[in-house]
């Protein structure tokens, strides 16, 4: 083995929305020495400091690690790509800013499922709410759910396109009430998001949280680090290795602990490249199994989105704000005042509902975006011009997937198999979903600008056909959760204990999304700083 470097108390693998949070709060709170392995580049680009760089990104760019689903017999053999940020900052440095935390309900949830472990330290709402209060500085909620001085900044959108104003009074005309907060009492409306921005700048987990470190000697951030396996002796965690940009490999040591958070896709990888997984599964690729984990790569869980795609009838939306004598004037617009088109990553409008019970608890998120959005896989499928696209994401997803290994190679990515709308009750779910918001491009004023419905095609209402075009277009909402998670004393399938602990090797823990034992209804990102925030207090609080 090389030389051994040390001088750390605290590795964390991923520098994502997690991993920077945990990383900055043992540095800041805990005064302890930390490594931060990022494998991705800086966080530093205009592409990444502008809301609308989404849109090149998510189809193209060094900024994503594009994985690849194995071919889904469901969706007749497809193959559809899950991006994720391969940047500091991780998600929340490519992501589209929208603010949410879930319901109350999906952590309480959690306590239901988690209460009866060993050592249990509270994973209720009243538990995570602190943490995303503290993180949070909003620019227009304080209150006893909304926190105005946190590091992480929210703030009502800078921009407004007409036709996300469009969508939200048509969705009205369906009978959805006005909501001004999807984080408040109630999810449940149509209305605009807040977004983790603050005059269009990006506030991503690399931006609030580890900038303001600079210059402490207590945190080392290693960047286009990329870890290779997590060092176990006798049943404890010693460190990792992880291989440079220059291709050379180097062994790290923690005195405390490793704290792994490269992201749902990955962390589970990392685990069974080090002998932590199902014995089976290891064995058939010639690792030694160290702690048999059947549940490391299980229990995949997505935000499965269909798109409604629509062509306008005049210059209406996004198309062509980004070329020409018009990208001039917004980028001017943008950098002297932090205002205009710019400052918004599209997705301005949303809504919160259940289809089948709209008085109900909502089992769908609907987000408007003013361009025509689809994934690279299927963008041919209609012309390239004004439009606008809704999509449906179902909130609470019964289908579940699998991440497992392609090979012992570290090199080789994952094979991924996330069965978005293989659950028949998604698929369900989907179809109604999708048919309530078509009805809201008939209701004025968004059906006054409509020239046609692209897709689904005309005629594509019958539920078989309704299906179909789900199977032909459903791709990832980015939020891939569970792969490691959390459980109580005794659950077969539980990969961490409540204290994000991996079971059956010591001194090792897990702080990011993988941990989450359901998905929380709504995006991701803030779940991921709460998940970040509650592991680094965890470990400065012992039980
Ligand atoms: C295109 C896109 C749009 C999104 N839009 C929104 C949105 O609008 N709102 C919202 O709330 N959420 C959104 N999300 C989701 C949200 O950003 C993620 O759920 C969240 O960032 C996940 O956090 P994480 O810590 O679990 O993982 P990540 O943030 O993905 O962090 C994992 C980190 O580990 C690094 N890494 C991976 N492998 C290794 C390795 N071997 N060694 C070292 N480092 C490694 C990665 O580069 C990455 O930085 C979006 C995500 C994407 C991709």
């Given amino acids: 083995m090389s030389h051994v470097q040390r001088g750390y108390d605290y590795i964390v693998v991923g520098g994502g929305s997690s991993g920077c949070v945990a990383a900055a709060r043992l540095v800041s709170e805990g005064g302890a020495r930390v490594l931060l392995l990022e494998g991705g580049h800086s966080h530093r680009h205009a592409l990444l400091d502008m809301p609308p760089g989404i849109f090149k990104m998510i189809n193209g760019s060094k900024f994503m690690r594009y994985h690849q689903t194995v071919p889904q017999d469901h969706l007749g053999g497809r193959v559809h790509d899950i991006p994720q940020g391969n940047v500091l900052g991780g998600g929340s440095s490519v992501n589209a800013q929208v603010y949410m935390r879930g319901r109350p309900s999906d952590y309480d949830a959690w306590h239901d499922l988690l209460r009866g472990d060993n050592d249990y330290p509270g994973w209720s709402w009243k538990d995570v709410l602190p943490h995303f209060r503290g993180m949070e500085g909003n620019n227009r909620l304080q209150d006893d759910l909304h926190g105005g001085n946190g590091p992480l900044l929210v703030s009502d959108p800078g921009h407004i396109n007409e036709v996300s104003r469009w969508f939200v009074q048509s969705v009205q005309a369906l009978g959805l009430p006005f909501n001004h907060d999807f984080n408040g009492v109630s999810q449940r409306g149509v209305g605009f998001y807040q977004f983790m921005n603050r005059h269009g700048k990006r506030s991503s987990a690399a931006y609030a949280f580890i900038a303001p470190l600079e210059g402490n000697p207590n945190l080392k951030v290693e960047l286009h680090a990329r ?187 994952p094979l991924v198999s996330p069965n978005l709308l293989k659950h028949p009750d998604d698929m369900r779910m989907m179809i109604e979903a999708q048919k309530y918001f078509l009805r809201a491009f008939h209701e004025p004023p968004l059906s006054e600008k409509v020239k046609r419905i692209a897709i689904p095609a005309p005629g594509e209402t019958s539920d078989e056909a309704m299906a179909l075009h789900c199977k032909r277009f459903v791709k990832t909402n980015y939020h891939p959760s569970g792969t490691c998670r959390m459980g109580a004393t005794g659950d077969a399938m539980a990969v961490l204990d409540t204290r994000m602990r991996v079971r059956g090797v010591e001194r090792l823990r897990i702080c990011d999304l993988s941990a989450m034992p359901d998905i929380n209804a709504g995006n991701t990102n803030a779940p991921a700083m709460m998940m970040g925030s509650r592991c680094a207090e965890l470990i400065l609080q012992p039980a």
């Avoid at 704290?259 to 199902?278: D, E, H, K, Y």
């Avoid at 950098?335 to 089992?363: L, Q, R, W, Y």
């Avoid at 987000?367 to 999509?391: Q, W």
């Fill in 227 to 413: 870890v290779r396996r997590i060092e176990i002796e006798n049943g404890v965690a010693t460190g990792v290795t992880y291989r440079d940009a220059s291709g050379q490999d180097h062994t790290v040591h923690a005195d405390r602990e490793v704290i792994v958070a490269a992201g749902s896709l990955v962390t589970p990888q990392l685990l069974m490249l080090s002998g932590i997984g199902s014995a089976d599964h290891l064995r058939s690729h010639g690792i030694r199994c160290i702690a048999d984990l059947p549940g490391v790569g299980e229990n995949l869980i997505d935000h499965p989105e269909v798109p409604i795609t629509a062509i306008a009838n005049g210059p209406y939306g996004y198309y062509k704000q980004g070329v020409g004598w018009r990208m001039l004037a917004n980028g001017l617009q943008f950098k002297v005042f932090g205002s205009g088109p710019i400052t918004s990553s599209g997705v301005e409008a949303g809504a919160f509902v259940n289809p089948m019970d709209p008085a109900g608890t909502p089992s769908i998120q609907a987000f408007c975006v003013p361009i025509v959005y689809l994934d690279r896989d299927t963008l041919d499928s209609v012309e390239d011009t004004y439009g606008f696209t809704v999509t449906t994401v179902i909130v609470k997803p019964k289908s579940r997937g699998t991440v497992r290994l392609r090979s012992a190679n570290p090199e080789d990515m």
